[in-house]
């Protein structure tokens, strides 16, 4: 069974299950169900923990004597795995163990997130079926407010909408900070309703993007908040060609895309592209593909081969104003 991280908690009242799958790229999500997970077992009598990272070479003798060895004095034992990335011989070795599953073992799992292909596989599949799958996921920008909303309520703080954006603007991508500093903000206004003075004057903020959130952000037309990420990437030391490299593809599959639409449904071309594109990109691309007509993407192909040769041929210092005129383009 799929759940998310804030339904956890109401799970482990139950039963603990055979197994616990945790993946996700939210590190936050990821520690604090670990924690909630061992806690609950614990309590349930589940008092040895033993760990083992699951990359290559690793030791599936001593594995696998922990899912066959029982005694009658034993307690209840977790088996942690770390799957750093899945490969033939790990997954394959998870599916000769889950058999031997047995109400005196907990398996958890712990890992990167995992694309359609992974959670379609039959290791997944049949663990998943006896188990709990937590998606540690990071809330994305329509979520994030209703995150740190109720992330200041769990610690008895109230804000308006105003302090809430500012928040947002603040700690987005960057999950870690944002609970060091709520936490922070309430052992000096306990019980408060913060104002925008208080928090402005007291957090240290830790804001932090990837390359993909910027990239979606152009995608749906966002124009401030793309600006605002490649600020933070520049100030960040980011490569600029990686930055040029990882948008030219983008743009060039989105250019592909239009030739072919006026042919075949958007749907299906977006069911056929590979890899597999989560529902939540397809979303994405069909907003940019909506907004952006086929001669608008042709000029961000030709806008993208001038920055291609400003940065790699001219070494040009105007590179990332290039860089931010194909961001004002996209609209």
Same mark, same amino acid.
């Given at each position: 069974?799929?759940?998310?991280?804030?339904?956890?908690?109401?799970?482990?009242?139950?039963?603990? %299950?055979?197994?616990?799958?945790?993946?996700?790229?939210?590190?936050?999500?990821?520690?604090?169900?670990?924690?909630?997970?061992?806690?609950?077992?614990?309590?349930?009598?589940?008092?040895?923990?033993?760990?083992?990272?699951?990359?290559? #070479?690793?030791?599936?003798?001593?594995?696998?004597?922990?899912? &066959?060895?029982?005694?009658?004095?034993?307690?209840?034992?977790?088996?942690?795995?770390?799957?750093?990335?899945?490969?033939?011989?790990?997954?394959?070795?998870?599916?000769?163990?889950? %058999?031997?599953? #047995?109400?005196?073992?907990?398996?958890?799992?712990?890992?990167?997130?995992? #694309?359609?292909?992974?959670?379609?596989?039959?290791?997944?599949?049949?663990?998943?079926?006896?188990?709990?799958?937590?998606?540690?996921?990071? %809330?994305?920008?329509?979520?994030?407010?209703?995150?740190?909303?109720?992330?200041?309520?769990?610690?008895?703080?109230?804000?308006?909408?105003? &302090?809430?954006?500012?928040?947002? &603007?603040?700690?987005?991508?960057?999950?870690?900070?944002?609970?060091?500093?709520?936490?922070?903000?309430?052992?000096?206004?306990?019980?408060?309703?913060?104002?925008?003075?208080?928090?402005?004057?007291?957090?240290?903020?830790?804001?932090?993007?990837?390359?993909?959130?910027?990239?979606?952000?152009?995608?749906?037309?966002?124009?401030?908040?793309?600006?605002?990420?490649?600020?933070?990437?520049?100030?960040?030391?980011?490569?600029? @060609?990686?930055?040029?490299?990882? @948008?030219?593809?983008?743009?060039?599959?989105?250019?592909?895309?239009?030739?072919?639409?006026?042919? &075949?449904?958007?749907?299906?071309?977006?069911?056929?592209?590979? %890899?597999?594109?989560?529902?939540?990109?397809?979303?994405?691309?069909?907003?940019?593909?909506?907004?952006?007509?086929?001669?608008?993407?042709?000029?961000?192909?030709?806008?993208?081969?001038?920055?291609?040769?400003?940065?790699?041929?001219? #070494?040009?210092?105007?590179?990332?104003?290039?860089?931010?005129?194909?961001?004002?383009?996209?609209?």
């Amino acid at each position: 069974m799929r759940i998310y991280p804030e339904q956890l908690a109401q799970h482990l009242k139950q039963k603990i %299950p055979a197994c616990i799958l945790i993946f996700g790229d939210e590190i936050l999500f990821s520690l604090e169900a670990l924690q909630q997970i061992k806690t609950s077992a614990k309590q349930q009598g589940y008092l040895e923990i033993f760990q083992f990272d699951m990359g290559v #070479n690793f030791a599936s003798d001593d594995i696998f004597n922990h899912f &066959v060895s029982r005694s009658l004095f034993s307690e209840k034992k977790i088996i942690l795995l770390t799957l750093p990335k899945t490969s033939k011989e790990n997954t394959a070795f998870i599916r000769e163990v889950t %058999p031997l599953l #047995n109400e005196d073992i907990l398996l958890i799992i712990q890992g990167p997130k995992l #694309n359609t292909q992974q959670m379609n596989s039959v290791w997944f599949k049949q663990l998943e079926k006896i188990g709990l799958f937590v998606a540690t996921l990071a %809330p994305n920008q329509q979520r994030f407010p209703q995150w740190i909303f109720q992330r200041l309520k769990s610690l008895q703080l109230e804000a308006s909408n105003e &302090v809430i954006e500012y928040l947002c &603007v603040h700690f987005e991508g960057n999950l870690l900070g944002a609970k060091q500093e709520f936490e922070k903000l309430a052992l000096i206004y306990p019980k408060q309703k913060l104002t925008l003075q208080q928090v402005e004057k007291n957090i240290t903020t830790h804001c932090h993007f990837s390359i993909f959130q910027w990239v979606d952000s152009l995608l749906v037309g966002a124009q401030g908040r793309s600006l605002r990420i490649l600020k933070q990437l520049q100030n960040e030391d980011t490569e600029i @060609l990686l930055l040029s490299a990882t @948008l030219s593809s983008e743009i060039q599959k989105l250019l592909k895309i239009s030739y072919q639409k006026n042919t &075949v449904a958007l749907e299906q071309l977006l069911e056929q592209q590979q %890899p597999k594109l989560w529902t939540a990109k397809k979303q994405i691309l069909k907003k940019a593909l909506t907004r952006l007509d086929t001669q608008r993407l042709e000029q961000l192909v030709q806008m993208s081969a001038q920055l291609e040769i400003a940065i790699k041929v001219e #070494n040009s210092p105007q590179s990332w104003l290039l860089l931010e005129r194909i961001c004002y383009a996209f609209i």
